[in-house]
C-alpha cells in the first residue's frame, strides 16, 4: 500500500540556519511527489512538485527538494530559513485509487518552529 | 481571484444534527475533494469528485457524504455527526484531477461534535 512518512513530527531551526525535513514514501510504480506548507489558520500551498526529469527540483519561497529513488525519498531544503518560514510542512504522493481516480496520501506533517 | 472557498469556517454542533459544510471554486476545474486533518495523522481523502454527478469514495468516506450536481460546488453532509468526526476538514480543487495538477485548498472548516 502506498504511503507517506515524515520522521520529524518537528524542528526547531535558527533563524539563518539551513533547513531539512525528510520524508520517505511507498509506492510501487514510478510517485508523483509533493511537499506543501500550512501556515496557522491557512489552507495548505504547494511548494514544489516533482513527477520525473532532473531529480532535485526547485520550488517557491526558495525551497528545493531532492528525489533520490534508491532512498524512497524526497527531502525537502532551504539554505537559511526566515521566521516566516514557521509552518507545518506535509510531503504527499499522488496515486491511482483503487475506482481508478487519483487520490493523494499526505504525511502526517512536520513541523517547523524557527528561533530568533 | 482564483480561490476555493468554505463555509463555515467554525462550527460547534451536537451529536446527530444534520450539517452541510459548503465548498465552491471558481477555476472551473473538474477535479474536488475533500479532506480532514487530524493531529498525529495529516490529511485524509474522504471523496472526491472527478466532474459533475461523479464521485468517489477516498480513504475514510465512512459517516459522510457528498454531491456534485454544479461544477463549482461540491458540499459535505454529515447525516448524523458524531465526536470522532469533530477535525479540521479541507476542500480542494484541481484542473482535471491528474496526479500532475496542482491543488488548491480552501481555508479550512473546523468542525466539533459535541
Known amino acids: 500500500a502506498q504511503s507517506v512518512t515524515q520522521p520529524d513530527i518537528h524542528i526547531t531551526v535558527s533563524e539563518g540556519a539551513s533547513l531539512e525535513l525528510r520524508c520517505n514514501y511507498s509506492?510501487?510504480?514510478?510517485?508523483?511527489l509533493f511537499w506543501y506548507v500550512q501556515s496557522p489558520g491557512q489552507g495548505l500551498q504547494l511548494l514544489l512538485k516533482?513527477?520525473?526529469?532532473?531529480?532535485l527540483v526547485q520550488g517557491i519561497k526558495g525551497f528545493e527538494a531532492e528525489f533520490k529513488r534508491s532512498q524512497s525519498s524526497f527531502n525537502l531544503r532551504k539554505p537559511s530559513v526566515h521566521w516566516s518560514d514557521a509552518a507545518e510542512y506535509f510531503c504527499a504522493v499522488g496515486a491511482v485509487a483503487d475506482t481508478g481516480g487519483f487520490k493523494t496520501i499526505f504525511g502526517a506533517g512536520t513541523r517547523l518552529f524557527v528561533k530568533a | 481571484e482564483a480561490q476555493v472557498t468554505q463555509n463555515p469556517r467554525y462550527l460547534i454542533t451536537v451529536t446527530g444534527k444534520k450539517l452541510t459544510v459548503t465548498c465552491s471554486q471558481n477555476?472551473?476545474?473538474?477535479?474536488m475533494s475533500w479532506y480532514r486533518q487530524d493531529p498525529g495523522l495529516g490529511l485524509r481523502q474522504i471523496y472526491y469528485?472527478?466532474?459533475?454527478?461523479?464521485?468517489d469514495k477516498g480513504d475514510v468516506p465512512e459517516g459522510y457524504k457528498v454531491s456534485r450536481k454544479e461544477k463549482r460546488n461540491f458540499p459535505l453532509i454529515l447525516e448524523s455527526p458524531s465526536p470522532n468526526q469533530t477535525s479540521l476538514y479541507f476542500c480542494?480543487?484541481?484542473?482535471?484531477?491528474?496526479?500532475?495538477?496542482?491543488?488548491?485548498f480552501g481555508p479550512g472548516t473546523r468542525l466539533t461534535v459535541l
Open positions: 509506492y510501487g510504480a514510478t510517485p508523483y
Open positions: 477555476m472551473n476545474h473538474e477535479y
Open positions: 480542494a480543487s484541481s484542473l482535471s484531477g491528474h496526479l500532475t495538477d496542482t491543488q488548491y
Open positions: 516533482y513527477f520525473s526529469g532532473d531529480t
Open positions: 469528485s472527478m466532474n459533475v454527478e461523479v464521485t
